[in-house]
């Protein structure tokens, strides 16, 4: 642990980029408090640039197929598309695993989930996409605060305020980068910042739009996700108006942790009644 932290010589003010005493309070430049956050500052600042995009790909890739493995039948004719009975084993989210078993922590899980090859395909595409960019206006520690923040509130809408059925997917977290991106436009101003604007509306918009022809379609997760993601981008701050702190990067290092917590809660202590539920969803 202590080789993370560091304990004398000077280190770059987080907020007005000063040097800095690491034993400092505050810094005599800008006021801050703690800059060096007691000489973990730095190694937790490398978090700004670590490969967040990637790491949410390859984990929903992985869930994907391994959904598509579990409760295979002659049922089931699609093999892009993952059983019901494999969703809610996995930790998909909806009335029944969500509030029936009490298991909130699928309001996160679900986020990783996906329901066809189509629908894994467009989400990730978006993510690929608006991550480049956003990492570079906000940082990749706020690039997953922002991402994860959006699913959950997304998924949240979702369960309380749609249907009974399962509900899986990163459409809530793309919305709330698109959130980020259209706040981001607003805020900065200018050439540049009125085509991101422009850019994350438009787009925003027109899935919202399709989204109400496309059949079960969690709609209110994507209208959650969006103003999810522009609060927390608002919150947060982007780059040229707030240098991101230890602080944010270590809710970042908190919120990762937390997604591998959910998985390993619902996948190692799964809810009593889940077995009955997947044989339910399966017909059987």
């Not at 004398?8 to 907020?15: M, S």
């Not at 790909?57 to 993952?82: E, F, I, K, N, W």
């Not at 570079?136 to 922002?146: C, G, H, P, Q, W």
């Not at 809530?172 to 991101?196: D, I, K, P, T």
Request: aromatic share 14%; charged share 10%.
């Amino acid at each position: 642990m202590w080789r993370f932290q560091r304990r004398q010589g000077a280190i770059v003010c987080p907020r007005c980029s000063r040097l800095v005493d690491v034993r400092a309070a505050r810094c005599p430049a800008c006021n801050m408090w703690r800059p060096s956050f007691w000489g973990f500052g730095p190694a937790l600042l490398k978090m700004r640039s670590l490969p967040f995009r990637d790491g949410i790909l390859a984990l929903c890739g992985v869930l994907y197929v391994g959904s598509l493995a579990l409760y295979r039948s002659d049922q089931h004719a699609d093999l892009t598309v993952p059983s019901s009975a494999a969703l809610a084993t996995l930790g998909a989210a909806g009335r029944l695993t969500t509030v029936l078993f009490g298991r909130y922590e699928t309001l996160l899980t679900a986020v990783f989930l996906h329901g066809s090859l189509l629908h894994i395909l467009f989400n990730l595409l978006w993510t690929w996409q608006l991550a480049a960019p956003l990492c570079e206006l906000y940082d990749s520690a706020r690039f997953l605060l922002i991402f994860l923040f959006a699913g959950v509130a997304g998924n949240s809408a979702g369960v309380f305020l749609a249907g009974n059925g399962l509900l899986v997917g990163a459409s809530g977290g793309v919305y709330g980068l698109f959130g980020a991106l259209v706040w981001y436009g607003f805020r900065r101003g200018g050439v540049f910042g009125a085509r991101a604007f422009r850019f994350g509306l438009f787009w925003a918009g027109l899935g919202l739009a399709l989204s109400f022809t496309i059949p079960n379609c969690a709609v209110w997760a994507h209208v959650a996700g969006f103003f999810a993601g522009a609060g927390a981008a608002a919150a947060l701050g982007y780059r040229e108006q707030r240098p991101s702190n230890p602080a944010v990067c270590l809710c970042a290092l908190a919120a990762g942790i937390g997604v591998l917590a959910a998985f390993f809660l619902y996948l190692g202590f799964p809810p009593e009644g889940l077995d009955e539920l997947a044989r339910m969803l399966e017909g059987r």
